[in-house]
């Protein structure tokens, strides 16, 4: 919930500039009502809407344990991708029984937390891996509930970065004849293993739900072969994430229910002719929960303008906050939050500090007038930016802070210099 009042942005209730005063900038600012509401109309459009489906939340997008808790309480499950992300899900008391552990090279030490911990599935991405995991969990004793990652052979309309559904994946088991059906009939006898299902996740920042149907496609025909070679039932598919968001005026978001609704009339029907049970259905969105709800707050330095060429605004972050632009080359929409109701009407370059010239963070974007001190906030930057911060030039990471009506609450704190050394050794031969 962001809206302009007077010459003053405010998330939920309070002025972006007085969240920049109290916590300082660069900050992620999140608000808890439009990250709610994102989670409730998943809610009310899917989980209500059908029986046997649930959704996840695909922690990569954004995590910390203050979101793990809202996650928690709207009723979804947590996707997880590693031992860290695992651990910060049980750090915030998150039921392991909702987890569900992605990654496409688990090592021992990460299977076997998964295994101690008692997560509710693990997405097995590759044979090695299921071999792995049924000698682990045979010698404790237990028994794993798995899905398979296919790799269905779809490729996604979006940037080759974020594309994981074409043949040519590092993710996934390919469908090969030979690749996929032993690894299936070792999942069905092995009692160390309960095999559940598949999962396919296509690609990220989608706009049309076609790929979504071609992969539904492609694994229902492997349920059926599944049934067929083996009378075996299977009893979930989870289609993944990728719902796109709204970052520049021209993105074309659609809602949730567009991906669900089609998946869902797709999976029904193929199920019907095929004469199968329909499969408990799980999505995983990440961007499309959080990406809208959060803004970052930067203060603007040092203004350059190169005749005839452009006026470059640094701000006081960049790439080390949100490495989108340099990576995907994303774009985003930003204005000056105390003068947000001022015209547009002067064209400049946001970069960032670092000593990079990639660190662009918007180029020619149209502002308003821009001053040193100013706080320029930048839009829908809640999925991938926390989540990919680093310490390039040494700059602390900034802090996140929860808005919550006329309420904030720093999530995460501003990392300090002394956060920054805090891991380094000097030997005793270099001391001073
Ligand atoms: N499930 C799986 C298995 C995934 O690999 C992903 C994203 C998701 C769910 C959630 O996808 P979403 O709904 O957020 O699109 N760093 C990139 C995005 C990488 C996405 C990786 N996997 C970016 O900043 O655009």
């Known amino acids: 919930m962001f809206e302009i009042k007077g010459h003053d942005l405010y998330v939920e209730q309070i002025k972006a500039v007085d969240l920049a005063a109290q916590y300082g900038t660069p900050l992620y600012v999140l608000s808890e009502s439009s990250l709610r509401s994102n989670l409730s109309d998943i809610k009310a459009n899917f989980m209500d809407k059908y029986e046997q489906v649930q959704a996840a939340y695909a922690s990569k997008a954004l995590l910390t344990s203050a979101v793990v808790r809202i996650v928690e309480q709207e009723g979804f499950h947590l996707d997880v991708v590693s031992g860290g992300e695992l651990y910060t899900a049980r750090h915030a008391s998150f039921p392991m029984a909702k987890i569900i552990f992605h990654g496409n090279n688990k090592s021992d030490e990460e299977l076997q937390m998964a295994l101690d911990y008692g997560v509710g599935r693990i997405v097995v991405d590759n044979v090695g891996e299921l071999h792995r995991l049924a000698a682990m969990a045979e010698k404790a004793g237990k028994t794993a509930k798995i899905l398979f990652r296919i790799t269905p052979g779809i490729k996604a309309g979006t940037h080759h970065y974020i594309a994981t559904g074409q043949k040519d994946s590092k993710f996934g088991i390919a469908l090969d004849e030979s690749i996929i059906f032993p690894a299936i009939e070792f999942a069905i006898q092995s009692k160390a293993i309960d095999f559940l299902g598949f999962h396919f996740h296509i690609g990220s920042q989608l706009f049309t739900n076609d790929t979504h149907i071609a992969a539904t496609k492609v694994a229902v025909s492997l349920i059926k072969a599944v049934k067929d070679r083996y009378q075996y039932e299977i009893r979930e598919l989870n289609t993944g994430g990728g719902y796109g968001i709204k970052y520049v005026e021209g993105d074309t978001p659609k809602p949730a229910a567009y991906f669900t609704d089609a998946i869902m009339e797709s999976l029904e029907s193929l199920c019907k002719s095929e004469g199968l049970l329909r499969p408990t259905v799980f999505i995983e969105p990440g961007r499309s929960i959080v990406g809208e709800a959060g803004i970052t707050l930067y203060k ?24 989108r632009p340099a990576l995907y080359q994303a774009k985003y929409e930003a204005i000056v939050a105390n003068r947000a109701d001022a015209p547009s009407d002067e064209t400049v370059t946001l970069c960032g500090k670092c000593c990079e010239s990639g660190d662009i963070l918007i180029e020619h974007i149209p502002m308003q007038h821009i001053e040193a001190g100013d706080i320029i906030a930048v839009f829908s930057t809640g999925a991938y930016t926390y989540a990919m911060a680093s310490h390039y030039n040494k700059h602390p990471n900034p802090a996140v802070v929860l808005v919550s009506g006329d309420q904030s609450y720093e999530i995460v704190k501003r990392e300090t210099y002394e956060d920054l050394v805090s891991k380094d050794v000097i030997p005793a031969h270099l001391k001073a």
Not at 300 to 323: E, H, L, Q, S
């Open 300 to 323: 603007a330095g040092a203004i350059k303008t190169i005749p005839n060429i452009r006026t470059y605004v640094a701000v006081d972050g960049g790439m080390t906050d949100n490495i």
